[in-house]
């Protein structure tokens, strides 16, 4: 059955602090990406990764960053959380011909 | 622009009743059309997708959806709704903009179930 993990399923960290989410697939996808979803807006694309080592910015970049060591691992870093970074966070995978996602059970983020 | 629009943010049915969720698209280059679920605290499970083989697509969980170029649609229905369905689903079109594919996600239609 195919996976994709993230390492928390609900998260409270405090203005300032740098968190890491982290968000592992089994499937040997080429592609992963990071989304946030808020009530009323849907999914916006934060950053995706076509490749080991490889990135792009998507839709609101801005506060965050990502790291792609490995090809079934791709983090997401909140350099210095705020609290309108408050928000359910989403990891997906694809194969290389951009197929159907599939999803992590997401990361509900709290900063105070 | 490519873009997704879901005309209803909120549908409620009672059970054993028709589910129409309501999904129109704009896209520039020839779609691929997806609908998710996402149960609570849960992430997105695919339902269903369109890349265009046919027309009518058939789902889990009983669900189908028909893509309509000339009304630029793809609509989720589903004939008996049961408890169990009581979620949000959003409507996704995966589009090439600029020599990379996007998915683009609608905001969501929560479905509503009543006894």
């Known amino acids: 059955d195919v996976k994709v993990t993230q390492s928390s399923r609900y998260l409270v960290k405090r203005t300032g602090e740098k968190v890491f989410l982290e968000c592992v697939q089994d499937?040997?996808?080429?592609?992963m990406f990071w989304y946030r979803q808020d009530p009323g807006l849907g999914l916006r694309l934060i950053y995706f990764?076509?490749?080991?080592?490889?990135?792009e910015k998507g839709d609101i970049p801005e506060g965050y960053s990502v790291s792609r060591e490995k090809k079934e691992r791709f983090s997401l870093i909140l350099e210095s959380a705020s609290t309108n970074q408050t928000s359910m966070y989403l990891c997906?995978?694809?194969?290389?011909?951009?197929?159907?996602?599939?999803f992590g059970p997401g990361t509900r983020l709290t900063v105070l | 622009a490519q873009s997704v629009t879901q005309l209803d943010s909120h549908v409620s049915v009672s059970e054993g009743t028709p589910v129409l969720l309501r999904c129109n698209y704009s896209?520039?280059?020839?779609?691929?059309l997806f609908w998710y679920v996402q149960h609570p605290n849960k992430g997105l499970q695919l339902l269903l997708k369109?890349?265009?083989?046919?027309?009518l697509v058939k789902g889990i969980n009983g669900f189908e959806a028909e893509f309509k170029k000339s009304e630029t649609s793809f609509h989720l229905t589903k004939p008996s709704a049961h408890m169990s369905d009581a979620a949000e689903y959003f409507c996704?079109?995966?589009?090439?903009?600029?020599?990379?594919?996007?998915?683009?996600f609608g905001t969501g239609t929560r479905l509503k179930v009543l006894a």
């Open positions: 997906a995978s694809c194969r290389g011909n951009y197929n159907e996602q599939f």
């Open positions: 499937m040997d996808h080429e592609n």
């Open positions: 990764s076509y490749d080991v080592k490889m990135k």
């Open positions: 896209s520039s280059y020839s779609p691929s």
């Open positions: 369109y890349t265009s083989a046919a027309t």
């Open positions: 996704v079109v995966r589009t090439l903009a600029s020599g990379t594919y996007k998915y683009i």
